[in-house]
């Protein structure tokens, strides 16, 4: 089981299953919203997720229709993301885990769109888009 929290501690989480498809995002809008070179994000399945705190103090923002970003509307800190397209899963920051996550990353995604300023110094697979099978 892995928990997790905001930056403030106003929301909490537990995840009983695994993450899959851990990437590092180069994309714009993953540089935007995290304030950083790439984000790192993960796949976990919807039923396996849970709110375990704070679910009140979520607010949403949905900046493509139908993909909706969830944060803590006191801290700012990303919590989630879902697309109407796949319910079964959401998307999610491993920054806002406490505990130590088991799965790799596997690759850096659109690094075409990298930061100018950042030099990608990595031994893990890079992509100018979607990894391969996505």
């Given at each position: 089981?892995?928990?997790?929290?905001?930056?403030?501690?106003?929301?909490?989480?537990?995840?009983?299953?695994?993450?899959?498809?851990?990437?590092?995002?180069?994309?714009?809008?993953?540089?935007?919203?995290?304030?950083?070179?790439?984000?790192?994000?993960?796949?976990?399945?919807?039923?396996?997720?849970?709110?375990?705190?704070?679910?009140?103090?979520?607010?949403?923002?949905?900046?493509?229709?139908?993909?909706?970003?969830?944060?803590?509307?006191?801290?700012?800190?990303p919590v989630y993301s879902?697309?109407?397209?796949?319910?079964?899963?959401?998307?999610?920051?491993?920054?806002?885990?406490?505990?130590?996550?088991?799965?790799?990353?596997?690759?850096?995604?659109?690094?075409?769109?990298?930061?100018?300023?950042?030099?990608?110094?990595?031994?893990?697979?890079?992509?100018?888009?979607?990894?391969?099978?996505?």
């Open positions: 089981m892995y928990k997790g929290s905001c930056l403030c501690g106003e929301v909490t989480l537990e995840l009983t299953g695994a993450i899959t498809s851990i990437i590092h995002c180069h994309c714009s809008l993953c540089r935007k919203n995290s304030g950083t070179a790439f984000a790192t994000n993960g796949f976990v399945n919807t039923g396996d997720f849970t709110i375990t705190k704070g679910q009140e103090r979520l607010s949403e923002f949905s900046f493509k229709p139908g993909r909706t970003r969830y944060f803590c509307k006191c801290c700012g800190s879902s697309n109407s397209d796949d319910k079964s899963r959401i998307r999610i920051r491993l920054g806002i885990f406490d505990s130590d996550i088991a799965e790799k990353v596997l690759s850096h995604n659109f690094v075409t769109s990298k930061a100018n300023w950042e030099q990608l110094e990595t031994s893990l697979p890079c992509f100018e888009k979607h990894e391969p099978g996505r």
